[in-house]
């Protein structure tokens, strides 16, 4: 993972999932069915060599780091392990929020600690990096309860102040088949600062499956889309790790054959965006 030196998986388990009820699809992680599923599922990717697993605790209030956690408790040495804090808060309350995910995950160290955030302005950057979290996060990196500094973000350029500042060594960043935009800019900076990226929304979160259903509605029969998804972000060089939220060993085993057994024809990083470079792959071919 970039200049981390991490050795993490294509595939990634993301904790959502673990945190919120999905009735049409018959999840709830709070129920003992599917508290008993999750665990079994979290197990079973280990197995499979699924190494990093990312969860936060704003997914059902900490009920996915507690999931995690009780995984955690016997096989933390087998995986990179991700969480999170919420932007918004000032040091004491970074500080006291690592200290309860610590606790949940049953754990001493957490791999990679991200600031949480959708999309940040100029004076979130001031917040957080002078106004007592960045700081909050140095001393638990001095005293070894966490490792990487990482931030996550909905909109990858708001956090190109963030790879600049230089302290931030891996960015959780919005990147996937129909939102591209981080190609332009953000992926282009990172690979020249060997950050270390991760993609978040890796299958849409479900966005291009649900138009096609009603602008294309063959091409589900034709491929399957959330597998086309992923292989287009196992695509990209740039990125060193895909989260897929899986909430059952099936999943698991879709995606790690898929990180497994294919190989990419073409690396996305080189993929012309631009009209006028498209043009002159078209007349190159």
Not at 226 to 245: N, P, Q, W
Not at 254 to 265: L, Q
């Amino acid at each position: 993972m970039g200049r981390t030196g991490l050795q993490v998986s294509a595939v990634a388990l993301g904790g959502a999932s673990f945190g919120y009820v999905n009735k049409a699809n018959g999840w709830d992680p709070w129920s003992s069915e599917g508290r008993k599923t999750a665990i079994a599922t979290l197990n079973h990717a280990l197995d499979a060599g699924v190494t990093y697993i990312d969860t936060a605790p704003l997914y059902g209030n900490g009920n996915s780091e507690s999931l995690v956690g009780e995984v955690m408790r016997t096989r933390r040495d087998e995986c990179v392990l991700a969480s999170k804090v919420w932007f918004e808060k000032d040091r004491q309350g970074v500080l006291d929020s690592v200290h309860e995910s610590l606790k949940r995950l049953q754990t001493d160290r957490i791999d990679v600690l991200q600031v949480h955030g959708r999309m940040y302005t100029a004076a979130d950057y001031e917040h957080i990096v002078n106004g007592g979290p960045l700081d909050a996060l140095r001393k638990l990196k001095e005293q070894g309860k966490i490792g990487f500094i990482g931030i996550t973000t909905e909109e990858p350029w708001t956090v190109l102040p963030f790879l600049a500042q230089g302290e931030f060594d891996v960015f959780q960043i919005a990147y996937n088949i129909i939102y591209q935009s981080a190609s332009r800019h953000f992926l282009v900076e990172a690979a020249k600062a060997n950050a270390g990226v991760v993609t978040m929304r890796t299958m849409t979160s479900g966005v291009f499956q649900r138009a096609a259903q009603y602008l294309a509605p063959e091409w589900q029969d034709a491929r399957d889309l959330y597998e086309v998804a992923l292989k287009f972000v196992l695509s990209d060089s740039r990125v060193h790790s895909a989260l897929v939220g899986m909430r059952w060993p099936h999943e698991v085993d879709r995606n790690a054959r898929i990180a497994d057994e294919w190989e990419p024809s073409i690396d996305l990083a080189a993929l012309p965006r631009l009209t006028v470079d498209v043009y002159k792959a078209e007349d190159a071919e």
